[in-house]
C-alpha cells in the first residue's frame, strides 16, 4: 500500500516537472509527459521521448509504438495499471520527433532519476538505443547487449529494441519476443512466482 508520504513526494515531483522551463522544448510542447502507471510498480518501462500522439494527448505511449508495446506487454501478462510505470528519457517532445540533444537529456535525466528512486522498481527495460545509452553509458549499443541482464541505479535492466523499430523492421520481432520471455521469466523468479500468462 502506498504511503502518504511517498504519494505526496511523487506529487511534489510531478509539479515540479510540470513546470519546468529548463530548455528549448517548452516552446514547442503541448504537454509536459510526466509518465503513466502503477507509482510502486515493480517494473519501470523507460523511453526515449515523447512523440506526436503522446505530446497531443498528454501520456506516454499512446501511438502506433505505443500500442505495439501494449500488446507486448499484454502477451506477458503484465498491465500499466499493476505492473509498470512508464516514463522517457525527456519529458517533451522534440521538434519532428528528432533525438533529444545532450543538454536536453541532461536536462530531464535528474527528473527520471528521481521518479526511480520514488517508484522503487525491482526491474528497469529500456526502451531502445537512447534509452540504452543513456541510462548505461555511451559506449553501449542496443544490437550487442539487447537481451541481456545490465545494471542500472542499482537495478537489473534489460535493454530491449524499441516498438518503433520493431514496426520499422517487423524481423526485430522475434528476437524482441525472447527478451521479453526472459523478462517475464526473471519476473516470476525475483517478483511473483504465480505470475500468469497465457503466452510464456
Avoid at 501494449?70 to 522517457?88: P, V, W, Y
Amino acid at each position: 500500500m502506498m504511503s502518504s508520504s511517498h504519494t505526496i513526494q511523487l506529487d511534489e515531483l510531478r509539479k515540479e516537472i510540470l513546470r519546468c522551463r529548463q530548455c528549448g522544448l517548452t516552446r514547442t510542447r503541448q504537454h509536459v509527459i510526466f509518465g503513466e502507471g502503477n507509482e510502486q510498480a515493480p517494473i519501470m518501462v523507460i523511453g526515449e521521448a515523447p512523440g506526436r500522439d503522446e505530446d497531443r494527448e498528454g501520456r506516454p505511449f499512446v501511438g502506433r509504438s505505443g500500442q505495439l508495446f501494449d500488446k507486448i506487454c499484454d502477451a506477458c501478462g503484465f498491465t500499466r495499471q499493476q505492473h509498470i510505470f512508464i516514463s522517457n528519457i525527456v519529458k517533451c517532445r522534440p521538434p519532428d520527433n528528432r533525438t533529444p540533444t545532450r543538454q536536453e537529456t541532461e536536462v530531464c535525466l535528474p527528473w527520471l532519476i528521481r521518479q526511480i528512486e520514488l517508484i522503487d522498481p525491482k526491474m528497469l527495460i529500456l526502451l531502445g538505443a537512447t534509452a540504452l545509452r543513456t541510462m548505461a553509458g555511451p559506449n553501449y549499443r542496443i544490437t550487442r547487449v539487447r537481451g541481456t541482464w545490465l545494471k542500472v541505479c542499482d537495478r537489473p535492466a534489460m535493454p530491449v529494441y524499441h516498438p518503433a523499430a520493431l514496426l520499422r523492421n517487423p524481423a526485430l520481432k522475434r528476437e524482441t519476443w525472447e527478451d521479453y520471455k526472459n523478462i517475464v521469466a526473471t519476473y516470476r523468479e525475483w517478483v511473483d512466482r504465480h505470475h500468469y500468462s497465457a503466452h510464456v
